[in-house]
């Protein structure tokens, strides 16, 4: 089946630094891909929606200069949350949709658990 | 606004008993409507998918219903083992299919 891997899985950062997250699929094509962050106990709220060679489209109050997406090949997305600060931290997930085939189903990365001290 | 609604209160049952979850929307006109399942810690599995033409569907001891016309889905797990304890997830793509939107889900515990 397909395969999505995301890494890290945990990362502990200081305030302020920079943080990225990569997302791959391992044995598909995805065009697009998804990052979503989740707040314990509450449901995923999608972030971006990230294209291949072209800029990401952001969901309305999510920052684009904080959370920087780049999707350069069709098998990998980053996500770098910039300047990191203590309200950052959450559980960051990301999806991908294959580019061929019936695309309606999502595959999911295991996610990265983040926190800011 | 379009919505997504799933019981937001946890779901208790024996083992060896017949879990229902519920799905409702409103607002929406999905051609198909998907179930995923998350462990804590973990990104969510994909489980089944149902098409609006389709009135159930089934896969091992998981059975989808979709009422295009009562705007609901419910997701039922038949034989419950322990292992199934674990969040449920409704998902529908927003018209025109580029985005897919979750629902809260409903946590189900299944006590031995």
């Known amino acids: 089946g397909a395969v999505v891997s995301q890494h890290p899985s945990w990362v502990i950062c200081k305030s302020g630094t920079s943080v990225k997250i990569e997302c791959r699929s391992l044995?598909?094509?995805?065009?697009?891909m998804f990052w979503y962050r989740q707040f314990p106990k509450q449901s995923l709220m999608l972030m971006a929606t990230?294209?291949?060679?072209?800029?990401?489209?952001?969901e309305q109050g999510v920052e684009k200069d904080k959370f920087l997406i780049n999707h350069a090949s069709l098998t990998l997305s980053t996500l770098t949350v910039t300047s990191a600060h203590p309200e950052d931290s959450s559980f960051y997930i990301c999806?991908?949709?294959?580019?061929?085939?019936?695309?309606?189903?999502?595959?999911f990365g295991s996610g990265t658990q983040l926190s800011v001290l | 606004s379009q919505k997504i609604e799933q019981n937001s209160e946890a779901l208790n049952i024996q083992e060896g008993k017949t879990a229902t979850l519920t799905c409702n929307y409103t607002?929406?006109?999905?051609?198909?409507l998907q179930w995923y399942r998350q462990d804590p810690g973990r990104g969510p599995v994909f489980l089944l998918l149902?098409?609006?033409?389709?009135k159930e569907k089934r896969k091992e001891r998981l059975k989808v219903t979709f009422d295009t016309t009562l705007k609901q889905s419910l997701f039922h797990i038949t034989a419950s083992q322990p292992a199934d304890s674990a969040t449920y997830l409704c998902a529908l793509d927003e018209t025109g299919g580029f985005k897919t939107i979750f629902g809260a889900g409903t946590r189900l515990f299944v006590k031995a």
């Open positions: 999806s991908a949709k294959p580019t061929t085939g019936r695309n309606e189903k999502l595959f």
């Open positions: 044995d598909f094509q995805a065009t697009t």
């Open positions: 149902i098409r609006e033409n389709e």
């Open positions: 990230s294209n291949e060679g072209s800029k990401a489209t952001y």
């Open positions: 607002n929406y006109s999905p051609a198909y």
